[in-house]
């Protein structure tokens, strides 16, 4: 086992502004996805059933890539990492404006693909920062950098309204090539990330994976946050594509999406505080309880205040049900088990999402928003009684000893 290296303050702080902007460039490239994939893909999909097709693409490159990137990350270093999957970015945007210019569908499905790798790479700027951090401060430094995503939430829908009519007979394409541009943006300020500690010493060590993932608690804590992030993607994936089927304009549909991103990464500045004082998994079943709240408000209605709010809720019940679940995770490794560990978790998470983003298509387009929302539940409620009995465990295991 190689003993832990810590960074400087100065360092630590380096890294979080560098993190927290680099979350915020790469959270606007999947925002761009988000808000105009399901519309660019019922243009030009040979099938309307096949219109959020793109979305499950870009899920699918996140679970494809998660785990080859982090085998990089452990041994080249997260850094070499960051360089990969930034670059995969601007291959995304370029990529998907000239699939909308020669209205190819195979082809945005690639760029999709390629930006569901860089979406990969950044989720794990979360876990970067608690590198070289000491144990009490980790929540607080994940916690921020994921809310440094907030400026994600005003300049991804900025760049679709402010470009998606620049070059008329080719609606998205001027807007792909800004997100192409955001992502070089982000390799630069990544580059002056600080590695905490040498590569060699996370190459080797550690316990074997399935000792890790046997541990109490482990699989509840992977199931949790991927049902978190699942539902929140499954529900995102059709709200676009159902604002539009029911007459809402793209730029009323481009203003929920924003404030749902700002109500995903604001509370990070205070839900490691939050996570400090109540404990992650607490913290992970109020994402759960909001999530099903967010639920509840979309089946009142499906006026655009219905949506918005909707949109918000969800956006609040995953940060604190992805924040909670992410930070447990870090309680399970060893520093020099942290890339594998990590990267499995995240598989697993882009792993289930997988399934719904493509089912959220389907429902929608043969049952209604009503039958997205009711399938969602169900998720919902076995995560949240998973953590229930998890703490009652825990609670009686205390009142024993």
């Known amino acids: 086992m190689s003993a832990e290296y810590f960074l400087s303050v100065a360092e630590q702080k380096n890294n979080i502004i560098r993190l927290s902007a680099a979350q915020a460039l790469a959270g606007a490239n999947s925002v761009v996805f988000y808000a105009t994939g399901a519309i660019v893909g019922n243009a030009i999909a040979p ?37 990969v999957g930034t670059g995969t970015g601007v291959i995304t945007g370029l990529a998907a404006a000239l699939a909308v210019v020669v209205g190819s569908f195979l082809l945005f499905c690639l760029a999709a693909f390629l930006g569901g790798a860089y979406a990969a790479v950044a989720l794990s700027f979360r876990f970067a920062a608690t590198d070289g951090v000491a144990p009490e401060r980790r929540a607080r430094a994940l916690s921020l950098v994921m809310g440094g995503g907030v400026i994600a939430g005003v300049v991804g829908p900025m760049l679709v309204s402010g470009t998606m009519h620049l070059w008329p007979p080719h609606t998205f394409a001027i807007t792909y090539l800004a997100q192409a541009l955001v992502a070089v943006i982000s390799a630069f300020t990544l580059k002056g990330v600080k590695t905490p ?41 059709a709200a676009p594509l159902s604002m539009h089927m029911h007459g809402i304009s793209q730029q009323a549909s481009n203003l929920g999406i924003q404030w749902h991103v700002i109500a995903m990464y604001g509370p990070g ?28 408000a979309g089946l009142a209605g499906t006026n655009i ?29 060893r520093p020099e088990e942290k890339t594998q560990v990590q990267s499995m978790n995240d598989f697993v998470v882009f792993g289930v999402m997988i399934v719904g983003s493509f089912s959220s298509g389907a429902l929608l387009n043969l049952y ?26 825990k609670k009686q295991s205390e009142l024993s000893t």
């Open 269 to 296: 500045f205070f839900t490691g505080k939050l996570i400090n004082r109540f404990g992650a998994m607490r913290i992970a079943a109020a994402g759960l309880l909001i999530t099903a709240c967010s639920v509840l």
């Open 368 to 393: 209604g928003w009503n039958a997205v929302l009711w399938g969602s539940l169900v998720p919902i409620g076995l995560a949240f009684s998973g953590i229930v009995n998890e703490l009652r465990a």
């Open 47 to 83: 099938s309307g059933a096949l219109a959020t097709l793109p979305i499950t693409m870009f899920v699918l490159g996140m679970a494809a890539c998660i785990l080859p990137l982090g085998s990089l990350a452990r041994k080249k270093g997260r850094k070499a990492a960051f360089m």
């Open 197 to 237: 500690e040498p590569v060699d010493a996370i190459k080797t060590g550690g316990r074997p994976l399935r000792e890790i993932v046997s541990q109490p608690g482990f699989g509840r804590t992977v199931f949790s946050g991927a049902v978190t992030y699942m539902v929140m993607n499954f529900l995102m994936t």
């Open 305 to 333: 205040f219905h949506y918005w709010l909707s949109l918000i809720l969800l956006g609040l019940g995953w940060n604190f049900g992805f924040t909670g679940a992410s930070m447990k995770i870090i309680e399970y490794h």
